[in-house]
C-alpha cells in the first residue's frame, strides 16, 4: 500500500510524464478495442437489416450497392431499373414487390419514395401524426425528427440535385403527416414519401396552371388540337396543396419511371427460388441478389482489412511497449539520486522494484480507465460511426 | 557502541586512502568528527552505516560486525538502528514534509507506520520550527527548513546511533544552538549514540569528545 502511494505521489509530481505515458498506453490499447466495438456493431447492424430482407432486385451491376442503397439508404445511387420490373413481379404471382426510389435528400437525409407495404414488412409504426395518404406528404424516422428538430404539421424541403442548374427541378416542400417510432435502423435517418412524391422531386410528375384554357397567353409558344408547348415562364408548383394537387400529372408511361430498387418478398422458399431462377444468367437486365449473402461478402472483406489492420496494430503496440520501457529504463537513470536516497536510508532492491511495479500499475489502471471511459462514451455514437464507416 | 578496528578504505580508482586507528564510541557518547574537506569524514559515517564495506578492517555497531554483513543485510540493519543526516539532506523533491518525515516507514516492514508514528512526525516538526509547514513540498524549502526536515527523518524512528553529516550547517547561528539542542535532547532521550561530522568549531564544546581527522589521512604514494 505505500509502494502505491509513493508510486502515486511521484507519478503526480510529474504530470506531464505520466499523462504522457497514459495517453501512450491508453492509444494503444483503445484502437483494437474501439475497432472491435465498431466492427460488432457493424456486424449485428448489417445483418440484421440484410437478414430480414429477402431478395432485392435491381439493375445488372454491383450487388453491394444494390443493398447499401436499398436496405441502408447510402448516398451511392445504383443503375436505376423502372417500374415494369415490379409489374413482371407483382404478376409472376410469387412475390410481393416493394419498389424503392433512394435518390434524393432532405436536409441531408435520405428521401426514401415507397408504398405503404414498406412499413408494414418493416414493422415500422407511427408514433406521431398518421400515414402518407396523399401527393407532397412524408413520414420522418425518429431521428430526423430529433436531429432537425421538426415534427407533424412541419414542413421539409427537398434538396436540389445541382445548385446552379436554374432549369433544373426546384426544391419541394413537403408536409410532415407522421413521425415514426424509433426502430433503431437506417429507418429512423430517412424521409419516407409515396413513390409518385419521389418522381414529383425528381420533376418526372408535376404540377402547374392548366395551360390548355390559355388563361395567359404569354406562356404559350405554340398551340395544336393535340398539343401545347408552354415556355419557360410556366411557373411549376413547388408546394403540393389541396387548391393545386389535381393539376399534377405524370407525362409518359408510369411503366418507364424509375426506381433505385426493389424488395421482393417471396410467398415461400419455393417462390423465392423460382425467382432466382428467372433471374439467373447473363440475359434478365435484373439482378436478384440475396442481401445475406452480399451483406457477408462485405464483412469478409472488413474482417481481413481488420485482420491486417490487428496486425499493424500489435507492430505498433509492440514498438510502444519497448519504448515504455526504454522511457522507465531511462528514468532510472535519472532516479538515481531519488534511488540512493531510498538505498542510504536502508530501503532495499525489492522496494525499488516494488515502488516501479506500483507506478506501472497505476499507468496501466489509468490508462485502462479512460479506455474503459472512451470505449463507454464511443458506445452511443457507434451506431453514428458505423453509418458514417462503412454505409454512407 | 561503535567499535572500529584498523579500517582501511579506498574509492575504486582514487589516490585518497582512508586509515583509521582502532577506535571506540561508548554507547550515549556524543561524539565529534573534526577534520578539514576531503580528509574522509563522511566516507566515515557512510562506512560505520554500512553504506560502505572497507578493504580491512571491522566496524562493529552494537555488537553487529555491519562491515561482514551482505548489502541487504546491511541495509536492514541500518533502517532499523541508525539515523542518518545526510549532509545534502537527501529528501525526495516529489513528497511533502511529513511524507519525508515518515518516508523510512514506508518503504521497510521493520518500522510500523501508525497514528503514534505520525503524531511523533508531528511534534517532532513543531520542535524544530516546522510545524506549519508539513504539507508543503521540499523543493519548496529553504535550505535551513530542508536540513530539520533531515533531523526529523533521521530522529522518527528513534534510532541507537544517529550520524549527522554537517547537521547544522545550512542554519544561522541562532537557529543553530537551537537545533543542535534539540538533536542533543533527542539523543538523549533515547538513549542513542551520537557521531557527527562538523566544521564548525563553535559547536564542539557541546560534544562529550572530538576526533581530529588529520590523524587518519593518507594518500596512497
Not at chain 2, 545550512?170 to 562538523?198: C, E, M, W, Y
Amino acid at each position: 500500500m505505500d509502494s502505491l502511494y509513493l508510486a502515486w505521489r511521484y507519478l503526480a509530481f510529474n504530470k506531464l510524464r505520466t499523462a504522457t505515458l497514459v495517453i501512450c498506453v491508453t492509444l494503444i490499447a483503445i484502437l483494437p478495442l474501439a475497432l472491435q466495438v465498431l466492427l460488432a456493431e457493424s456486424e449485428r447492424q448489417l445483418l440484421a437489416r440484410a437478414g430480414s430482407t429477402p431478395l432485392l432486385l435491381g439493375a445488372r451491376g454491383s450487388a453491394l450497392d444494390l443493398a447499401m442503397n436499398a436496405l441502408y439508404f447510402a448516398d451511392e445511387t445504383p443503375e436505376l431499373i423502372s417500374m415494369a420490373a415490379d409489374e413482371a413481379i407483382a404478376t409472376s404471382g410469387l412475390a410481393m414487390p416493394i419498389p424503392l426510389y433512394v435518390r434524393f435528400q432532405a436536409r441531408r437525409f435520405p428521401i426514401v419514395g415507397t408504398t405503404l407495404d414498406y412499413f408494414g414488412f418493416r414493422g415500422l409504426r407511427i408514433a406521431q401524426g398518421r400515414q402518407l395518404a396523399l401527393l407532397g406528404e412524408c413520414v420522418i424516422g425518429a431521428d430526423v425528427a430529433e436531429r432537425l428538430g421538426i415534427g407533424v404539421g412541419d414542413s421539409l424541403l427537398s434538396s436540389p440535385e445541382a445548385l446552379f442548374d436554374l432549369a433544373g427541378v426546384y426544391p419541394l416542400k413537403m408536409q410532415v403527416v407522421g413521425v415514426l417510432a424509433r426502430a433503431h435502423s437506417a429507418d429512423d435517418r430517412a424521409v419516407f414519401v409515396d413513390l409518385k412524391t419521389a418522381w414529383v422531386v425528381q420533376g418526372l410528375v408535376h404540377g402547374h396552371e392548366d395551360v390548355t384554357r390559355g388563361e395567359d397567353s404569354s406562356v404559350i409558344i405554340d398551340r395544336t388540337q393535340d398539343n401545347v408547348v408552354a415556355s419557360a415562364r410556366l411557373v411549376e408548383y413547388t408546394e403540393i396543396t389541396a387548391d393545386n394537387i389535381d393539376s399534377f400529372h405524370f407525362h409518359g408511361s408510369p411503366d418507364s419511371y424509375p426506381l433505385s430498387a426493389m424488395i421482393v418478398v417471396p410467398n415461400d422458399d419455393k417462390a423465392g427460388t423460382l425467382l432466382r431462377g428467372r433471374y439467373l444468367g447473363s440475359e434478365p437486365p435484373y439482378q436478384l441478389a440475396v442481401p445475406k449473402t452480399v451483406i457477408e461478402g462485405l464483412l469478409a472483406t472488413i474482417f481481413r482489412i481488420k485482420e491486417v489492420l490487428d496486425a499493424v496494430i500489435l507492430i505498433v503496440a509492440v514498438a510502444t511497449v519497448l519504448a515504455l520501457v526504454l522511457v522507465f529504463a531511462l528514468s532510472l537513470r535519472l532516479r538515481q539520486r531519488e534511488i540512493q536516497t531510498v538505498f542510504h536510508i536502508g530501503g532495499s532492491r525489492s522496494t525499488i522494484a516494488r515502488l516501479l511495479a506500483a507506478e506501472i500499475v497505476i499507468i496501466l489502471l489509468a490508462a485502462a480507465l479512460l479506455c474503459a471511459l472512451g470505449i463507454t462514451v464511443m458506445q452511443p455514437f457507434s451506431d453514428e460511426l458505423v453509418r458514417v464507416l462503412f454505409i454512407a | 557502541m561503535i567499535r572500529i578496528e584498523t579500517l582501511t578504505f579506498s574509492y575504486p580508482g582514487a589516490e585518497f586512502t582512508l586509515n583509521v586507528p582502532d577506535f571506540r564510541i561508548e554507547p550515549q557518547e556524543k561524539v565529534a568528527v573534526i577534520g578539514p574537506s576531503g580528509s574522509g569524514k563522511t566516507t566515515l559515517l557512510n562506512l560505520v552505516a554500512g553504506i560502505l564495506v572497507p578493504q580491512q578492517g571491522r566496524v562493529l555497531c552494537a555488537d553487529t560486525e555491519v562491515s561482514a554483513l551482505d548489502d541487504p543485510a546491511r541495509r536492514a540493519f541500518r533502517i532499523s538502528n541508525i539515523g542518518f543526516v545526510f549532509q545534502d539532506f537527501e529528501l525526495l523533491d516529489y513528497l511533502n514534509v511529513l511524507d519525508n518525515i515518515i518516508h523510512p516507514y514506508r518503504i521497510s516492514s521493520a518500522l510500523q507506520l501508525n497514528v503514534d508514528v505520525r503524531t511523533r512526525a508531528s511534534e517532532l516538526a513543531r520542535q524544530m520550527d516546522i510545524g506549519d509547514k508539513l504539507r508543503r513540498r521540499v523543493d519548496h524549502l529553504s535550505q535551513g527548513e530542508k536540513q530539520r526536515v533531515a533531523i526529523c527523518r533521521a530522529l522518527l524512528p528513534q534510532p541507537d546511533l544517529v550520524l549527522a553529516d554537517e547537521a547544522t550547517g545550512n542554519l544561522d547561528p541562532r537557529n543553530k544552538g537551537q537545533i543542535l539542542g534539540l538533536l542533543f535532547d533527542s539523543v538523549a532521550a533515547h538513549g542513542a549514540t551520537l557521531l557527527a561530522v562538523t566544521h564548525d568549531h563553535e559547536l564542539l564544546p557541546h560534544f562529550d569528545r572530538v576526533v581530529d581527522f588529520n590523524d587518519f589521512r593518507s594518500d596512497a604514494p
